[in-house]
Nanobody, 123 residues
Framework: QVQLVESGGGLVQAGGSLRLSCAVS????????MGWFRQAPGLEREFVAT????????NYADSVKGRFTISRDGAKNTVYLQMNSLKPEDTAVYFC????????????????WGQGTQVTVSS
């Protein structure tokens, strides 16, 4: 059973930074493309970023491009989302997801999802 566990969320002032982590267990981490999504209250879940299984290809939503960086560490079976220059509109629950390739992950059809971690950005 593959499990994804997010951590690193919290409350931060606008302009600040946070790093989210997603630890993967129960599967072969290196075989999955990974991604991050977020969902704000009353809104649909939206794509944030993906990273290929080797880590060489990344993709970002326009709203976070230049501010967020996705990365992965195969030795730790963990994917990260470094978030800089945070804005109040980044406030959401952030979810980690895994799938067979980045197109599947980006479409929201990843096979596995974490439970989410709350990020709140105050103005």
């Amino acid at each position: 059973q593959v499990q994804l566990v997010e951590s690193g969320g919290g409350l931060v002032q606008a302009g600040g930074s946070l790093r989210l982590s997603c630890a993967v267990s129960g599967g072969t981490f290196s075989s999955y493309a990974m991604g991050w999504f977020r969902q704000a209250p009353g809104l649909e879940r939206e794509f944030v970023a993906t990273i290929s299984w080797r880590g060489g290809i990344t993709n970002y939503a326009d709203s976070v491009k230049g501010r967020f960086t996705i990365s992965r560490d195969g030795a730790k079976n963990t994917v990260y989302l470094q978030m800089n220059s945070l804005k109040p509109e980044d406030t959401a629950v952030y979810f980690c997801t895994a799938g067979g390739n980045t197109a599947v992950v980006r479409s929201g059809d990843g096979n596995y999802w974490g439970q989410g971690t709350q990020v709140t950005v105050s103005s």
